[in-house]
């Protein structure tokens, strides 16, 4: 994504301005000697020159300002990879690579683009589509080169294909890989009428849409695997990656694609950062300092959305504790739901997190915001919803259906008890209009680590 945004000004520009100058200076010459009369040529090749200097003009303006144009391309491609996500939000289906094909078409100057698993074609749209249907065999040798290197490459020497119908001829085309775990499940692939148009833009939209694809597919496929140990951890990365979130982020960023183009860059970095990192944690136990930055990165998209001034964050750790492990996802989600659920309609959000001992073998992190709190009846369902510190109370329990933020802190104290026992929980405290406070005890004598 990032390339698209330091793109050179767009060739086409420049080529459709002349063809349009070019065409309208004959006809406005034409119409104005018709009206004026014979009598009037001097006046109608004033007329044609005029015009032919109002056109050259608007082809100089567009051909060099392009960043109007350059953060129009970025938008609508930041909002095809919003639809894309969504398309394959349930894995990578016939019907959802043909939905992914026929938005990138829209998007590319390619004649034809196609997505294949590692032996049939999944997708089809554009030029020989009829030969080329979903279910077919794949048909270039490049695509099976990408699939054994995993590496994107690219084709300028034309290739005769066996189609369903006749032999055709591709002159040239972009293969991508689609990978999860490190190894090539399909590719994504952009034909052209010739090698003059694989620019630096069309290798971008390549690499760019392949990796969206790769992770989406990479969550779906953590989703699947319910047998492993961890599927707790599954479960808190499927509530932590939701579409909206995503959809939200890259709109947010669309948007200062027209206002700011430099923050627009900064937060395509850190989504991308963000992103690598949530797949790359999930399921780990990894330093508490590691979530945190991953917090902070949520936090930089949220403050992009609402401003500055809404989201004013705090994060302390006490001394000794920095490598302390901890499962991945467990402090951003709680601060998720803050944002989500504590913010008031003006003013700022304070959001503080303290990471802290708690007597000799245990550890206590706390997230406390000064939002609209709740009232008492939703502490009591949050705390049925969640594995919380138990109580004697029997009127404190109600049904486990909470949906909304209860899944995801439910999902934050599965994995408190999964990883440090039963000694282990979460408490949540919380006043109306004054705030709420999370409380994460963590007993390091009941832990995964100490029976290693």
């Given at each position: 994504?990032?390339?698209?945004?330091?793109?050179?000004?767009?060739?086409?520009?420049?080529?459709v301005?002349?063809?349009?100058?070019?065409?309208?200076?004959p006809?406005v010459?034409?119409?104005?000697?018709?009206?004026?009369?014979?009598?009037?040529w001097?006046?109608?090749?004033?007329?044609?020159?005029?015009?032919?200097v109002?056109?050259?003009?608007?082809?100089?303006?567009?051909?060099?300002?392009?960043d109007?144009?350059?953060?129009?391309?970025?938008?609508?491609?930041?909002?095809?990879?919003?639809?894309?996500?969504e398309?394959?939000l349930?894995?990578?289906?016939?019907?959802?690579a043909?939905?992914v094909?026929?938005?990138?078409?829209?998007?590319?100057?390619?004649?034809?683009?196609?997505?294949?698993?590692?032996?049939?074609?999944?997708?089809?749209?554009?030029?020989?589509?009829?030969?080329?249907?979903?279910?077919?065999?794949?048909?270039?040798?490049a695509?099976?080169d990408?699939?054994?290197?995993?590496?994107?490459?690219?084709?300028?020497?034309?290739?005769?294909?066996?189609?369903?119908r006749?032999p055709?001829?591709?002159?040239?085309?972009?293969?991508?890989?689609?990978?999860?775990?490190?190894k090539?499940?399909?590719?994504?692939?952009?034909?052209?009428h010739s090698?003059?148009?694989?620019?630096?833009?069309?290798?971008?939209?390549?690499?760019?849409?392949?990796?969206l694809?790769?992770?989406?597919l990479?969550?779906?496929?953590?989703?699947r695997?319910?047998?492993?140990?961890?599927?707790a951890?599954?479960?808190?990365?499927q509530?932590?990656?939701?579409p909206?979130?995503?959809?939200?982020?890259?709109?947010?960023?669309?948007a200062?694609?027209?206002?700011?183009?430099?923050?627009?860059?900064?937060l395509?970095?850190?989504?991308?950062?963000?992103?690598?990192?949530t797949?790359?944690?999930?399921?780990?136990?990894?330093?508490?300092?590691?979530?945190?930055?991953?917090?902070?990165?949520?936090?930089?998209?949220?403050?992009?959305?609402?401003?500055d001034?809404?989201?004013?964050?705090?994060?302390?750790?006490?001394?000794?504790?920095?490598?302390m492990?901890?499962?991945?996802?467990?402090?951003?989600?709680?601060?998720e739901?803050?944002?989500?659920?504590?913010?008031?309609?003006e003013?700022p959000?304070h959001?503080?997190?303290?990471?802290?001992?708690?007597g000799?073998?245990?550890?206590a992190i706390?997230?406390?915001?000064?939002?609209?709190?709740?009232?008492?009846?939703?502490?009591?369902?949050?705390?049925?919803?969640?594995?919380?510190?138990?109580?004697?109370?029997?009127?404190?329990?109600?049904?486990?259906g909470?949906?909304?933020?209860?899944?995801?802190?439910r999902?934050?104290?599965?994995?408190v008890?999964?990883?440090?026992?039963?000694?282990?929980?979460?408490?949540v405290?919380?006043?109306p209009?004054?705030?709420?406070?999370?409380?994460?005890?963590?007993?390091?004598?009941?832990?995964?680590?100490?029976?290693?």
């Open positions: 994504m990032r390339e698209l945004l330091e793109d050179k000004p767009f060739s086409w520009t420049t080529t301005a002349l063809a349009v100058a070019f065409q309208l200076v006809i010459y034409l119409v104005t000697t018709l009206i004026s009369g014979a009598d009037a001097p006046f109608a090749t004033m007329v044609a020159l005029l015009s032919c109002g056109a050259t003009g608007l082809m100089l303006f567009f051909s060099l300002n392009p109007q144009l350059r953060s129009a391309y970025t938008e609508a491609a930041l909002n095809t990879a919003s639809d894309t996500l398309d394959v349930h894995g990578l289906t016939p019907e959802a043909q939905k094909c026929e938005r990138l078409l829209a998007e590319s100057s390619a004649m034809a683009i196609a997505i294949t698993d590692t032996e049939r074609v999944l997708g089809y749209v554009g030029e020989y589509e009829a030969d080329f249907p979903p279910g077919s065999r794949i048909h270039t040798e695509t099976r990408v699939l054994r290197n995993g590496e994107m490459r690219s084709f300028t020497t034309s290739m005769r294909v066996h189609g369903a006749d055709r001829i591709i002159p040239a085309g972009i293969v991508g890989p689609l990978v999860v775990g490190g090539p499940v399909g590719t994504l692939k952009f034909y052209f090698s003059r148009q694989l620019n630096r833009t069309q290798y971008a939209l390549v690499s760019g849409f392949a990796e694809l790769s992770t989406q990479a969550i779906h496929e953590l989703e695997q319910t047998e492993l140990r961890a599927h951890e599954i479960k808190a990365l509530a932590q990656i939701n909206h979130f995503l959809f939200n982020t890259l709109n947010t960023i669309a200062f694609t027209r206002t700011d183009p430099l923050r627009a860059r900064e395509l970095r850190e989504f991308s950062s963000f992103y690598r990192a797949l790359e944690n999930s399921g780990a136990l990894i330093a508490v300092t590691r979530e945190i930055a991953q917090t902070k990165r949520y936090l930089t998209f949220e403050k992009a959305r609402f401003g001034d809404r989201i004013l964050d705090s994060f302390e750790i006490e001394p000794g504790l920095e490598d492990q901890v499962p991945a996802f467990i402090i951003q989600p709680i601060v739901n803050a944002v989500r659920h504590a913010m008031r309609d003013g959000l959001i503080n997190v303290t990471v802290r001992a708690d000799e073998d245990a550890a706390e997230i406390a915001d000064d939002g609209v709190g709740m009232e008492p009846e939703k502490v009591a369902a949050l705390f049925s919803a969640v594995a919380t510190e138990p109580s004697p109370d029997p009127s404190q329990q109600t049904a486990r909470e949906k909304g933020a209860g899944v995801a802190l999902n934050v104290a599965d994995r008890r999964h990883f440090y026992g039963p000694t282990s929980y979460v408490k405290l919380s006043e209009n004054k705030g709420t406070t999370f409380v994460l005890r963590l007993d390091m004598r009941g832990s995964m680590l100490s029976q290693e």
